[in-house]
């Protein structure tokens, strides 16, 4: 079993930025891959960033270049820092974690935090 605690949404500006945590705890081979979903209202829920215990990772086309994910191994703890933030970011952020980036959306769920970007 993994437990998966998000923290760091939150209210912003458009253009500012903020820095979304994932604290993970249980199994370690269930967690070498981590990512974050998004799911903003009457929309379907979409990867927006994931990375390998490796430090692999793959973007959504609309993120790149503005958000960055990375890792800390040791803490199995991933971070997404989130630059030039719009109003189109504005969703309820997920932590997602498997033990591969293919089948991220098949494992374990944190409890999600809402990120809201006003214009």
């Known amino acids: 079993q993994v437990q998966l605690v998000e923290s760091g949404g939150g209210l912003v500006q458009a253009g500012g930025s903020l820095t979304l945590s994932c604290a993970a705890s249980g199994s370690l081979f269930s967690t070498s891959a981590m990512g974050w979903y998004r799911q903003a209202p009457g929309k379907q829920r979409e990867l927006v960033a994931a990375?390998?215990?490796?430090?692999?990772?793959i973007y959504a086309d609309s993120v790149k270049g503005r958000f960055t994910i990375s890792r800390a191994n040791a803490k199995d703890t991933v971070f997404l820092r989130m630059n030039s933030l719009e109003p189109e970011d504005t969703a309820v952020y997920y932590c997602?974690?498997?033990?591969?980036?293919?089948?991220?959306?098949?494992?374990?769920w944190g409890q999600g935090t809402q990120v809201t970007v006003a214009s």
């Open positions: 997602a974690a498997n033990n591969n980036m293919a089948t991220l959306e098949l494992g374990y």
């Open positions: 990375i390998t215990r490796v430090g692999v990772t």
